[in-house]
Nanobody, 122 residues
Framework: QVQLVESGGGLVQAGGSLRLSCTASERTPMGWFRQAPGKERDIVAGIAFSGGRTYYADFVKGRFTISRDNAENTVYLQMNSLKPEDTAVYYC???????????????????WGQGTQVTVSS
């Protein structure tokens, strides 16, 4: 069982920045997803076990950065140049123990954080 604790999020004006954090009880590949009302949960970014490989959805490339501090079992999502369409609940997710690669689909993740609201005003 991997437990996840998210922090960060909030209200920011368009063009602003926010940083999300997710601390896990175990080290596994992790990702950030988001879900807006009435929409599916989409991957935003993923990071492999070592942190050497990352993935970004096209809609955040060049604006968001995923990173991890393996000593603290914490993954970060730095979000810059935020847009109103980035408004959503953001979820941290972890793959199961023994997985090492990137996960690009929600079905590849076994554990989920509680979610944190990100609201970008225009």
């Amino acid at each position: 069982q991997v437990q996840l604790v998210e922090s960060g999020g909030g209200l920011v004006q368009a063009g602003g920045s926010l940083r999300l954090s997710c601390t896990a009880s175990e080290r596994t590949p992790m990702g950030w997803f988001r879900q807006a009302p009435g929409k599916e949960r989409d991957i935003v970014a993923g990071i492999a076990f070592s942190g050497g490989r990352t993935y970004y959805a096209d809609f955040v490339k060049g604006r968001f950065t995923i990173s991890r501090d393996n000593a603290e079992n914490t993954v970060y999502l730095q979000m810059n140049s935020l847009k109103p369409e980035d408004t959503a609940v953001y979820y941290c997710a972890a793959r199961k123990m023994g997985d090492y690669g990137l996960g690009l689909d929600p079905s590849m993740y076994a554990y989920w954080g509680q979610g944190t609201q990100v609201t970008v005003s225009s």
